[in-house]
Structures are given as C-alpha cells and as structure tokens.
C-alpha cells in the first residue's frame, strides 16, 4: 500500500474480533516502532506487549478506579474498555529523564499504528491508561508489564483485527500557515 494513502486510510479503531494477529505480523508492527527516528538515536522506549485478557481487563479496571467513574462520561457505560477489547495491546514506557521521550514515543507509536493499517491490523493509539500507572496498583503493573527502572507509561496502542469502520475526519486547511 502506498504510504500517503495508508495515511489517508488509517482510522481510529474501537470494535475488534477476538483473533489474536499473527506474530509474523505483529513482529513487523514492533520493528516499525523500533525503526522510529528519535532525537539523538536515544530509542528512550520500551514496548511491553499484552494478549493477556485478564491483565489487560485489570488494567482498564485500575484506571477507571483511579479516574473515578466521574472523570470520562465514557465510564458509566458498563460496556466501556478503553482497550475496546482488542486483543493484543502494546504499552510504550519511556525514559524519564530524557527530554524527548514523550515525542520519541509518539513517533514510535505512529510507526506501529501505519505499519498495522499497511497490513489489514486495526489499532487505536491511547492515552487513557495512563491513570492505571498512577495508582496504588501502578508499581505493581510496571513490575508485570516488564517496565524497566527510571522508564513510565506514555502512550499505548491496541491491535486487532478490526470490525468497525467510520469516515475520514475533515481536513482542517486553517491549520497551516505558509509562510514565504
């Protein structure tokens, strides 16, 4: 697929079968997050990849508990998962000290979620799990997710295969300035 129309493709992904992706696949998808520039080649991420259920749903649980089922309108529908149930999800850590890491893992997280849309994968970048690594049980996930020392949550991104689809969003053109 072209890349300029995998770009234009590419959707935000939130209804997913429950088939697990191939590892084949899923292995390129990391490699594409692997090969993500980043400010001085630092690479400050780690990807911690999740296709347990049960941890997965323990995740989601501990967020909404640490948002409190005021904090999104989104966590009083009972049916709510803010992996939409997908079934493999990557947490991205990054380095704390380093001044770049939010926007290296962001550039990271891009490269998996177009690599996914170039192989049929669905996905949905997320950063509503960030609370789960703020509370009392947040040690204890970084700990089960492999977290290494002195790295934290930035950004996650969920893949599946995808059973919903919405249209593209519209272009803002008042967004660019040119400047001559």
């Known amino acids: 697929m ?33 090969e993500a520039p980043s400010a001085r080649n630092h690479q400050p991420w780690h990807f911690s990849v999740v296709q347990n259920k049960d941890l997965i749903q323990e995740i989601h649980d501990e967020a909404a508990l640490v948002m409190g089922k005021g904090g999104s309108p989104r966590f009083a529908d009972p049916d709510f998962q803010i992996f939409y149930y997908a079934p493999t999800v990557v947490f991205i850590f990054g380095e704390k000290d380093f001044s770049w890491t939010e926007v290296d893992c962001g550039i990271a997280v891009e490269n998996m979620a177009l690599a996914a849309e170039g192989m049929g994968i669905g996905s949905v970048i997320l950063g509503l799990p960030k609370p789960a690594f703020r509370g009392q049980k947040a040690d204890e996930l970084r700990k089960r997710l492999e977290c290494p020392d002195r790295y934290d949550f930035v950004i996650a991104i969920a893949l599946g295969y995808a059973t919903d689809m919405k249209d593209a969003h519209g272009l803002r053109e008042e967004k660019i300035s040119r400047i001559k």
């Open 2 to 34: 072209d890349v300029l129309q995998t770009i234009s493709n590419r959707r935000s992904h939130r209804i997913y079968k429950e088939e697990q992706i191939p590892e084949d696949v899923l292995s390129a998808i990391l490699r594409a997050g692997l």
